[in-house]
């Protein structure tokens, strides 16, 4: 094994890589951008707390990367050479390295939509992000939410719990559609209803208007909606150094890794946001920008180093908006449909200990009848059963197989 391991990035992957890697006695040295290594999983709570520290996001202090034994550079890498296994910094650092961990994360997608420029729109990705929404977020404004996913939807939770009048806006029917399917969706349309926030679906937003600073939105039907701040959430896209622009080969532009975390550039490895991951169902790759993923690779690094491989992740996706909590564990329809597996829908009921019948949903494989997800929702002990879901996908079992777990199949292909 080489001994000089860079790690680029220091966000939730990069972070827990740090740590492994060490643990494995490398010798280390991590270059972020960032002067604080913090997750961004958090970051919406956040802006619902009105909290302005970084203190509880971050996940390694200086003095505790001092003490892993880990040389920190606060800097940002503008080009990686691999021939010659070096990467330039913004201050004019030059770091050579045997091995390389690309942790670098992703970066807001947006669509092309006129007016992004003016005053008063914002994205939600970062710490600085939430530090400029946060200043913004004042009670009785009018607040437009473009792409309703779990960002979206996290946003949504915050700002109205800030006092805000919040309009959400999809260009998919429902909201988190891309995370959970329509019957999730659904219930989850009903409680942003009840909480007197609009939704508006299937609606393409065409540009933002303002005299130097957002006024409204105009969607593609001609609608126009009055707007104070807007903030773009139509999700990301990995984000990845200059000099490596080959390594775009995954899914959505991730860059592609294999079973052992590695590149097609030899001892490249990466993790997280920037790259695409092994579906456990599958074996295909997928992109899931997750931190709960980037996280669980970074674990794997010093094992996947030693040539040992992983067989995949099952996606595990948990959120909580106005009061709903959801949960989506394996493949949803989105990717079965991305990855050419033909799926099917069955609604299910068990009693929830406390809460009572609880309905929810699993998707199987047609034909062969394995379970490939389950996704469910409510106000409390969502994820009652879901190592249990965890171990029917992961064993590869039927649809029939959960009756024996106290679970009825209510009607299927709903
Ligand atoms: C509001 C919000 C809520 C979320 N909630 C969840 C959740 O509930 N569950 C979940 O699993 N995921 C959640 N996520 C997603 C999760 O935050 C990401 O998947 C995770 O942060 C990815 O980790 P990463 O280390 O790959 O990248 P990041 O955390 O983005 O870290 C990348 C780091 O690399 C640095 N960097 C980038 N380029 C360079 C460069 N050229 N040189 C030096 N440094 C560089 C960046 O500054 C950053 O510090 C959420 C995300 C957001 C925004």
């Not at 949903?361 to 190592?387: N, P």
Request: hydrophobic share 40%.
């Amino acid at each position: 094994m080489k001994s000089e391991v860079l790690v680029v990035g220091g966000g939730v992957g990069g972070g827990t890589a740090v740590t492994s890697l060490r643990k494995a006695n490398l010798n280390v040295t991590l270059i972020s951008v960032d002067s604080f290594i913090y997750s961004k999983m958090t970051l919406s709570y956040a802006l619902k707390n009105n909290v302005t520290s970084i203190d509880p996001y971050v996940i390694l202090t200086h003095d505790q990367l001092k003490h892993l034994g880990v040389r920190f550079i606060n800097d940002e890498v503008v080009f990686i050479d691999p021939s010659n296994r070096v990467a330039v910094t913004r201050g004019n650092g030059m770091f050579e390295y045997d091995v390389l961990v690309l942790a670098t994360g992703s970066k807001v997608s947006t669509p092309k939509i006129e007016g992004l420029e003016l005053s008063g729109v914002y994205t939600f990705i970062s710490f600085s992000d939430m530090i400029k929404l946060n200043s913004a977020a004042i009670p009785g404004k009018r607040a437009v939410i473009v792409g309703a996913g779990m960002i979206g939807l996290l946003i949504a939770d915050s700002l109205y719990s800030r006092g805000l009048n919040i309009t959400l806006i999809d260009i998919l029917p429902y909201p988190l559609m891309t995370a959970v399917e329509e019957f999730i969706s659904k219930i989850m349309l009903n409680r942003i209803k009840a909480k007197g926030i609009k939704f508006i679906g299937n609606a393409a937003v065409e540009r933002i208007e303002g005299n130097g600073k957002v006024e409204r939105v105009i969607l593609a039907s001609g609608e126009k909606i009055p707007a104070d701040i807007i903030i773009v959430s139509t999700g990301v896209t990995a984000n990845i150094p200059s000099g490596l622009e080959r390594l775009r080969d995954g899914p959505g532009g991730s860059i592609l890794t294999n079973e052992f975390l590695r590149t097609s550039i030899p001892d490249i490895y990466a993790i997280g946001d920037c790259a695409s991951s092994i579906d456990y169902i599958t074996g295909k790759p997928v992109y899931r920008p997750l931190g709960i993923l980037a996280s669980y690779e970074a674990k794997l690094l010093p094992l996947t180093m030693m040539n040992m491989s992983y067989k995949g992740f099952i996606a595990y996706q948990v959120g909580e908006a106005l009061g709903y909590y959801f949960i989506r564990l394996g493949l949803n329809g989105f990717e079965s449909k991305r990855l050419g597996l033909n799926y099917s829908k069955a609604i299910i009921e068990y009693k929830i200990p406390g809460v009572g019948a609880h309905r929810s949903l699993v998707l199987y494989e047609k034909g062969s009848s394995r379970i490939i997800g389950w996704q469910s929702i409510g106000s409390a002990m969502v994820s009652y059963k879901s190592k249990i879901f965890e171990n029917l996908i992961r064993d590869g079992c039927k649809l029939e197989d959960i009756q024996e777990k106290n679970i009825r199949i209510i009607s299927e292909e709903p």
